[in-house]
């Protein structure tokens, strides 16, 4: 199975980054799974949990809100005002 390659920004720092085999945010519109292949996607955060499931099988939760994801390419970035690891 393909990778994304995943980055979790806040406003004044990077949060996590590396590759992943999916993952999960809420967004306005409800939740959203995203995996290598998708479509591009834009969406606007809700406040909650983004979950990546990483490429070594392991998880790792952050709260994002005040934000975006985005998917093109296999390329997903999410940019949120305030975001903290909650898990690694």
Not at 21 to 46: K, S
Not at 60 to 78: C, P, R
Request: aromatic share 2%; proline share 2%; net charge negative.
């Amino acid at each position: 199975m393909a990778d994304l390659e995943v980055t979790v920004v806040s406003a004044d720092e990077q949060i996590w980054a590396g590759r992943a085999n999916m993952v999960v945010a809420r967004t306005l519109v409800g939740e959203i799974g995203l995996l290598a292949g998708h479509v591009p996607v834009l969406g606007i955060l809700a406040p909650g949990e983004v979950r990546i499931h990483t490429s070594d099988g392991g998880r790792v939760t952050a709260k994002a809100e005040d934000g975006f994801i985005s998917l093109q390419n296999d390329v997903v970035t999410i940019a949120s005002r305030t975001a903290e690891l909650t898990s690694r």
